[in-house]
């Protein structure tokens, strides 16, 4: 839908949606305002931990599906939120906060809402329990640091929401946070004094293979393998996930064997790791920190330190055991031949040594352990990596000389944060367990950086002032340029792999970019798109931002998984909403809905004296010319200023030439209207994913559900839950449909059986002449987005309801049909239509031009 560098109208600053606050299940009256008052007595915690209010729970759809949804209709409480894992030098908290539901005061929408239990024959409109989970980090010795965020955010105490509701002095004052890690016992007394809170202690490696599982069966691309400076993300099946070798690389190093959930042993270890880099490293360079370590390492050449096959064989290959000269026979083993002093070695070359010694060793005694007990796969963390290039490049050669390329190093995007993952899950009653069947999604770049640092942003005065600001935006610190040696790879190897051939990295250090991941968004009641024909294998984007030539935006794209336009289209909608523009372009939706609804009436008649193919192609063509108007792309902005809004909606109309640049027009037709040899059954439930507002709705889509309804289809049409640029949300649609039916009976008596009509008794101009016993029911569902473009992993309860009777979806835009979802394939037969509105797209998709039309048509998978 939205192309690239659009040029917007004036923006007009409404307030946001205020936060839900604890509310009386709907239909019960409060105040003389007619809102809902609060209701805070049904409250029962467990110390300071909030609880799942279960009265009143359900499952929702099929009794008979493994895993379903179970909603909850009372909830308005957080779950538990934080839990903290302090390390040796880190401390990774992992808070979850809910989502900002919105809200409408429109009563249409609310009627319509209360008339959906129609379509589904229940209330499935149950507020929707789900939030974020945080990944933030501080270095040790900034304590009073991360004890001032939690004070300010109030995540020892519910959270700034909850707060809302009742005041702190009231809280319990017993209140208690899930910890783990050695810190857990050398600041419990901290913790107590500064914070009243209690320190629960989880063991670490309980909690190391708890969150690990947790990351490999809910996140999507969340393990990755790392050779030569790249990643390449690894799809994870959750029913071969198990056995598994967790190897956690901190100061020393622990080898873990997972069999599944809550099943694992300690099967070795080694007590060279992270600490003996630094260890040995400051000893043997006077360096005061690990980060100090890589930066020297860089400038290194290992081969001044260490022997090489080539020392030993007087420069000549040991080739009868395929040993090439430049292999490493011994790590620091060449002063033992010289006569020299720890100050005639440069500190570079031998913190380089060091890294590669210890690197290597872990990688080739990993190996060994998962060859000894079967593993197939192997899965590194700890803070000894840090998402450093060099590092994972070493350990993924040693395990794949060492196993002859028949295993892989694997690595986990969230590692630094597995052991407050695994806190965090330890909680009781926190619901999670009967929620992980719904994949989180992460959403770019949504980092949650604040470690005392640098951050490119307005000063702060105190951590209260613009607290979510930190939550919305990455940070760029300093950055540390990873260790790749500047001699050439011949001049160095260890009995085994070569050097490994690491591009010019940016690695970070503590107090940076290291360990920012993106928030896991969790909607639990959200659910993949049952009609996609292999959820596993469904790529939402079209455009991989994140490949060579598409982005430089990062210096490392791959951190936050794959990057496509729809992610950063959705980023700018989340910081409009953050700065308090919740709906920028209402003006001008709601003028161009009334331009778009006066001419309606006379191009229904215009329509209606076609005969029926004449009418399909015409109505096929008004879609594709109504998208043009479209705000997010300047093709658009730049057509305004040429004339009005119906003078380019003719113009476009009337340049409709076939054929169209992708034309499955005829294959359409012969579907829907059939042949002289072959006979063809209506469709029985067609669901039309709208774009914009305007004509796009008013012009384009509504007389394609008009004709689709005339033939007896039900008719869903699913729009936006939140306002993005100018695509129509579900709320905004029942009074477009109200008005859109004064002048047509059937779009009436659809509505009105869908229960979109408030006012059925209206006079209406009818245009069809038609009998209108055939007509089936016009119904609106809301998608769960609130972004231009739609992510099928990730859609509403009530849109997955009704798909699933669904066999026909048409998806309208560039947004929802070229930037994603070009590429997917569904269980039931699928169009999709858009007018290409930026050049690059249309070479790059479908070798076009601007205002190119695509019309894909697609059979069931």
């Not at 076609?610 to 879609?623: K, N, Q, S």
């Not at 119904?779 to 066999?807: M, T, Y």
Request: hydrophobic fraction near 40%; charged fraction near 25%; charge should be negative.
């Amino acid at each position: 839908m939205h192309g690239e560098g659009h040029s917007d109208p004036p923006l007009r600053a409404l307030p946001c949606a205020p936060r839900p606050q604890l509310m009386e299940p709907e239909g019960k009256e409060g105040s003389e305002s007619g809102k809902v008052a609060p209701r805070l007595g049904f409250i029962h915690r467990s110390g300071s931990r909030p609880q799942l209010d279960l009265t009143g729970a359900a499952i929702q759809g099929n009794l008979e599906e493994r895993n379903p949804t179970i909603v909850l209709p009372n909830q308005s409480d957080d779950i538990p939120h934080l839990a903290i894992d302090i390390g040796g030098s880190l401390i990774k908290l992992v808070y979850f906060s809910r989502h900002e539901d919105y809200t409408t005061d429109d009563n249409t929408w609310r009627s319509f809402k209360h008339g959906s239990e129609v379509l589904n024959g229940q209330n499935s409109n149950y507020p929707i329990l789900g939030g974020q989970l945080h990944f933030v980090k501080f270095e040790t010795r900034n304590l009073n640091d991360c004890l001032e965020f939690i004070k300010s955010k109030q995540l020892h105490h519910g959270g700034l929401g909850f707060l809302t509701c009742q005041h702190e002095n009231s809280l319990n004052e017993h209140a208690t946070i899930k910890a783990t890690g050695g810190g857990a016992y050398k600041f419990a007394d901290i913790f107590k004094e500064k914070l009243a809170v209690t320190l629960e202690k989880e063991d670490e490696i309980d909690c190391l293979v708890a969150g690990a599982n947790f990351l490999l069966k809910s996140v999507r691309h969340e393990a990755f393998t790392h050779m030569n400076g790249q990643k390449e993300f690894v799809q994870i099946d959750q029913n071969d996930l198990f056995p598994y070798l967790l190897v956690n690389i901190g100061s020393g190093v622990g080898m873990i064997k997972v069999d599944g959930d809550g099943k694992f042993q300690r099967v070795s270890g080694t007590n060279v790791g992270g600490g003996t880099f630094w260890g040995l490293g400051s000893l043997l360079t006077n360096c005061k920190s690990f980060d100090e370590l890589l930066e020297l390492s860089k400038k290194g050449d290992n081969s001044a330190v260490d022997m090489l096959v080539g020392d030993i064989y007087g420069g000549m290959d040991y080739s009868k055991i395929g040993l090439s000269k430049t292999n490493t026979a011994s790590s620091f083993g060449k002063p033992t031949s010289e006569n020299k002093d720890l100050s005639d070695y440069r500190p570079e070359d031998i913190s380089l040594s060091l890294l590669r010694m210890i690197s290597y060793n872990i990688g080739q005694i990993s190996h060994l352990i998962a060859l000894r007990y079967g593993l197939k796969r192997i899965f590194f963390g700890g803070f000894f990596i840090r998402g450093h290039a060099y590092t994972m490049d070493t350990i993924s050669l040693a395990v794949r000389f060492w196993s002859k390329g028949e295993a892989k190093a694997m690595f986990l995007r969230h590692e630094g944060f597995l052991g407050a993952l695994g806190a965090f899950m330890s909680y009781h009653n926190h619901g999670l367990e009967d929620l992980m069947a719904h994949q989180f999604v992460e959403k770019f770049p949504m980092a949650t950086p604040y470690v005392g640092a640098k951050i490119p942003v307005p000063p702060l005065g105190d951590l209260n002032e613009k607290i979510s600001w930190l939550e919305k935006f990455e940070l760029e610190s300093t950055k540390i340029t990873a260790p790749v040696p500047l001699a050439p790879p011949a001049m160095t190897g260890f009995s085994g792999p070569e050097r490994p051939l690491s591009k010019e990295s940016i690695l970070s250090s503590d107090a940076s970019a290291a360990l920012n991941v993106g928030v896991l968004h969790l909607v639990p009641s959200m659910e993949a798109f049952p009609l996609l024909a292999d959820p596993k294998m469904y790529e939402p984007n079209t455009v991989d931002l994140s490949d060579q030539g598409e982005l430089g935006l990062r210096e490392e794209p791959a951190a936050y998984g794959k990057l496509g336009l729809a992610n950063l289209l959705e980023l700018r909608e989340e910081c409009l909403r953050e700065f308090h523009f919740s709906d920028a372009y209402w003006v001008i939706k709601q003028r161009e809905n009334e331009a778009s609804l006066g001419v309606l009436h006379d191009l229904l008649m215009e329509l209606d004296s076609m005969d029926v193919e004449t009418r399909l192609l015409a109505v096929v063509e008004g879609v594709l010319a109504a998208n043009i108007f479209d705000w997010g792309a300047r093709a658009c902005v730049d057509l305004y200023r040429k004339g009005t809004i119906i003078e380019i909606y003719r113009l476009s109309h009337n340049k409709m030439q076939r054929p169209w640049r992708v034309d499955d027009f005829d294959l359409f037709k012969e579907r829907l209207l059939g042949s002289p040899e072959k006979k063809t059954t209506p469709y029985k439930r067609a669901l039309l994913f709208v774009d914009n507002s305007g004509a796009d709705i008013v012009l384009g889509m509504l007389p394609l559900a008009r004709e689709l309804l005339r033939r007896g289809t039900e008719v869903v049409l699913v729009a936006n839950s939140l306002p993005a640029l100018n695509d129509v949300t579900a709320s905004e649609i029942p009074e477009i449909v109200s008005k859109a039916a004064k002048h047509c009976d059937i779009l009436q008596k659809a509505a009105e059986s869908g229960g979109l009509l408030v006012d059925a008794t209206a006079k209406v101009d009818d245009t069809s002449g038609k009998d209108l016993s055939s007509v089936a029911s016009l119904w609106v569902v809301e998608n769960g987005h609130g972004s231009p473009c739609i992510d099928f992993r990730q859609i509403s309860p009530d849109l997955a309801s009704v798909a699933k009777d669904a066999d026909l979806i048409i998806l309208e835009g560039m947004g929802r049909a070229l930037h994603t979802n070009f590429n997917a394939r569904f269980k039931c037969d699928a169009l999709k239509l858009a007018m290409l509105k930026n050049q690059r797209l249309a070479a790059q998709l479908v070798n076009g031009n601007i205002y190119d039309c695509v019309c894909r048509y697609e059979p069931a998978s």
